[in-house]
């Protein structure tokens, strides 16, 4: 506990020599002057009250911040993305999606197998209006996590020996591959398992002459759109959810006027994070039925949306 602050004049002895200070006058000298008329303060009392409620008032029911302004509307928006390029995209994604008029965004990695063999199919699912996004060369990740389970990563692609020019030049490698394969020049990026550091540092920035956009993970969705980092746009890693948890998911980005990114692997098969196709559909079927509440696009249309919106904002201010 900190002593008391001592008071030196109120202890300190009157030498000779020095008078004692005056007593301490009225705060108003006025006071006691008989021919002066009483003060009456109330008015200043309530006008002073008045303002205060009306600052009180303001700062409760103002709306600082208007909902985020989504096409035609909309409440929410939805982006659909699916990694590592593999047979189910191409089986039972994008028919399903087709069907209900939608389209995805597939992050596919440069040595994915089903692209060396059915590339013809990949080059028309992008003629068809799906989005082919950047997922790296080989598809390199951190080996050591705390959460453990990455002894799949071969050592030669563990993040941890990259460095970020590495890590670069792998991604150029990737963008000039799928510009080959939809002739596309503004790209999005998919981190490989949501990492974003190479050699031990981020490589978020200097990525980002490279791409519109980029995915990481953190199962959340995008409440703040205003405040979004495009760089740092999180989604939802869906391993065997139920529609139902899914539709709830979607309704969180309702709730916020947010964004729901989901990052699917397989859907009915076809890799070991994977989701039912039953439920991958009861998904779709809700987009489609919401439409007017939710905007469903791919992750380049939503982020372009987002970024152009969020320079229009800040040159209003």
Same mark, same amino acid.
Not at 132 to 156: K, M, S, Y
């Given at each position: 506990?900190?002593?008391?602050?001592?008071?030196?004049?109120?202890?300190?002895?009157?030498? /000779?020599?020095?008078? +004692? /200070?005056?007593?301490?006058?009225?705060?108003?000298?006025?006071?006691?002057?008989?021919?002066?008329?009483?003060?009456?303060?109330?008015?200043?009392?309530?006008?002073?009250? &008045?303002?205060?409620?009306?600052?009180?008032?303001?700062? &409760? *029911?103002?709306?600082?911040? +208007?909902?985020? +302004? *989504?096409?035609?509307? @909309?409440?929410?928006?939805? $982006?659909?993305?699916?990694?590592?390029?593999?047979?189910?995209?191409?089986?039972?994604? $994008?028919?399903?999606?087709?069907?209900?008029?939608?389209?995805?965004?597939?992050?596919?990695?440069?040595?994915?197998?089903?692209? @060396?063999?059915?590339?013809?199919? !990949?080059? @028309?699912?992008?003629?068809?209006?799906?989005?082919?996004?950047?997922?790296?060369?080989?598809?390199?990740?951190?080996?050591?996590?705390?959460?453990?389970?990455?002894?799949?990563?071969?050592?030669?692609?563990?993040?941890?020996?990259?460095?970020?020019?590495?890590?670069?030049?792998?991604? %150029?490698?990737?963008?000039?591959?799928?510009?080959?394969?939809?002739?596309?020049?503004?790209?999005?990026?998919?981190?490989?398992?949501?990492?974003?550091?190479?050699?031990?540092?981020?490589? &978020?920035?200097?990525?980002?002459?490279?791409?519109?956009?980029?995915?990481?993970?953190?199962?959340? &969705?995008?409440?703040?759109? %205003?405040?979004?980092? +495009?760089?740092?746009?999180?989604?939802?890693?869906?391993?065997?959810?139920?529609?139902?948890?899914?539709?709830?998911?979607?309704?969180?980005?309702?709730?916020?006027?947010?964004? @729901?990114?989901?990052?699917?692997?397989?859907?009915?098969?076809?890799?070991?994070?994977?989701?039912?196709?039953?439920?991958?559909?009861?998904?779709?079927? !809700?987009?489609?039925?919401?439409?007017?509440?939710? *905007?469903?696009?791919?992750? %380049? $249309?939503?982020?372009?949306?987002?970024?152009?919106?969020?320079?229009?904002?800040?040159?209003?201010?």
């Amino acid at each position: 506990m900190r002593p008391a602050a001592s008071s030196r004049h109120a202890e300190e002895p009157v030498r /000779a020599g020095n008078p +004692p /200070a005056p007593a301490p006058t009225s705060a108003d000298p006025l006071s006691h002057d008989p021919n002066r008329a009483p003060r009456d303060d109330r008015g200043a009392v309530v006008i002073g009250a &008045v303002a205060a409620l009306a600052s009180l008032a303001s700062g &409760v *029911w103002a709306d600082p911040s +208007p909902p985020f +302004p *989504w096409p035609d509307g @909309a409440k929410a928006a939805v $982006a659909l993305t699916y990694d590592d390029g593999v047979d189910v995209h191409l089986d039972h994604v $994008a028919p399903d999606l087709e069907a209900a008029g939608l389209r995805g965004t597939f992050f596919v990695p440069g040595h994915s197998e089903s692209l @060396a063999k059915r590339l013809p199919e !990949w080059r @028309a699912l992008a003629a068809r209006g799906h989005e082919l996004g950047n997922h790296a060369i080989f598809h390199p990740c951190l080996r050591t996590v705390p959460q453990g389970g990455r002894d799949w990563v071969r050592p030669e692609y563990a993040l941890e020996s990259y460095t970020v020019p590495r890590m670069i030049d792998e991604l %150029r490698a990737a963008n000039t591959t799928l510009l080959a394969l939809d002739g596309e020049t503004v790209r999005t990026l998919g981190y490989n398992c949501g990492d974003t550091t190479a050699g031990g540092s981020s490589y &978020v920035d200097a990525a980002r002459p490279l791409f519109l956009a980029a995915r990481t993970g953190e199962d959340r &969705v995008a409440a703040d759109v %205003r405040a979004l980092d +495009p760089m740092l746009v999180p989604s939802w890693m869906v391993v065997n959810a139920s529609g139902d948890e899914m539709i709830a998911f979607v309704r969180k980005a309702t709730d916020a006027g947010g964004l @729901a990114v989901f990052m699917f692997h397989g859907v009915g098969g076809g890799h070991n994070l994977d989701v039912s196709r039953e439920a991958h559909r009861q998904l779709v079927d !809700w987009l489609v039925a919401n439409r007017k509440t939710v *905007w469903t696009d791919t992750f %380049r $249309a939503v982020m372009a949306h987002v970024t152009a919106e969020q320079k229009r904002l800040a040159a209003s201010r």
